[in-house]
T-cell receptor, first 114, second 110 residues
Framework: SQTIHQWPATLVQPVGSPLSLECTVE??????LYWYRQAAGRGLQLLFY??????ISSEVPQNLSASRPQDRQFILSSKKLLLSDSGFYLC?????????????FGDGTRLSIL | GEDVEQSLFLSVREGDSSVINCTYT??????LYWYKQEPGAGLQLLTY?????DMKQDQRLTVLLNKKDKHLSLRIADTQTGDSAIYFC??????????FGAGTTVTVRA
């Protein structure tokens, strides 16, 4: 069966510091991968998605970047964190079979910026 | 347009049925989803329905879709304390993107 892992679970970082959040998926090949942010108020905002190694699509302009160095690895990064980057970050995957493939989420990373 | 709306809160007595409602705007959406989020956790896929279906039942969960009114509902029969969570409705926008509602917080009281 497929599993998705995100780490770390919680992170406290000072303003201006770098960020690296990692997500890996097991049990599937060539998945679509996604990074979401869930701010207080609970709505989910799609930040990035990827349909293959090295292919990244950005949904909103921001202080963050994403990379996919391997088929089942998705990384969210920042060179300099802002206070507004605080939130709950969720990674998700779906099969690459076209519209309708449900997305499956990891347990999330709670990021607090001081 | 991409706009999914849900009521923010629902309180239900243990053993009763819960009904969570959702409206969406994109008439071309082919799939609609219900997710559950427990405190501090990620989203768990509960069920999803193809837009040419009116109803889908899975154990205690029943999904009803009124495509004409763009209305989706999730009914939880015999609601338990473990059903307390935030429930998200989502619609497929394209091959990659889902549009989520803001979530309905369901509180189950004894």
């Amino acid at each position: 069966s497929q599993t998705i892992h995100q780490w770390p679970a919680t992170l406290v970082q000072p303003v201006g510091s770098p960020l690296s959040l990692e997500c890996t998926v097991e049990g599937t090949s060539n998945p679509n991968l996604y990074w979401y942010r869930q701010a207080a108020g609970r709505g989910l905002q799609l930040l990035f998605y990827s349909v293959g190694i090295g292919q990244i699509s950005s949904e909103v302009p921001q202080n963050l970047s994403a990379s996919r160095p391997q088929d089942r690895q998705f990384i969210l990064s920042s060179k300099k964190l802002l206070l507004s980057d605080s939130g709950f970050y969720l990674c998700a995957w779906s099969d690459s079979g076209g519209t309708g493939q449900p997305q499956h989420f990891g347990d999330g990373t709670r990021l607090s910026i001081l | 347009g991409e706009d999914v709306e849900q009521s923010l809160f629902l309180s239900v007595r243990e053993g009763d049925s819960s009904v969570i409602n959702c409206t969406y705007t994109d008439s071309s959406s082919t799939y609609l989803y219900w997710y559950k989020q427990e405190p501090g956790a990620g989203l768990q896929l509960l069920t999803y329905i193809f837009s040419n279906m009116d109803m889908k039942q899975d154990q205690r969960l029943t999904v009803l879709l009124n495509k004409k009114d763009k209305h989706l509902s999730l009914r939880i029969a015999d609601t338990q304390t473990g059903d307390s969570a935030i429930y998200f409705c989502a619609e497929s926008i394209n091959d990659y993107k889902l549009s989520f509602g803001a979530g309905t917080t369901v509180t189950v009281r004894a």
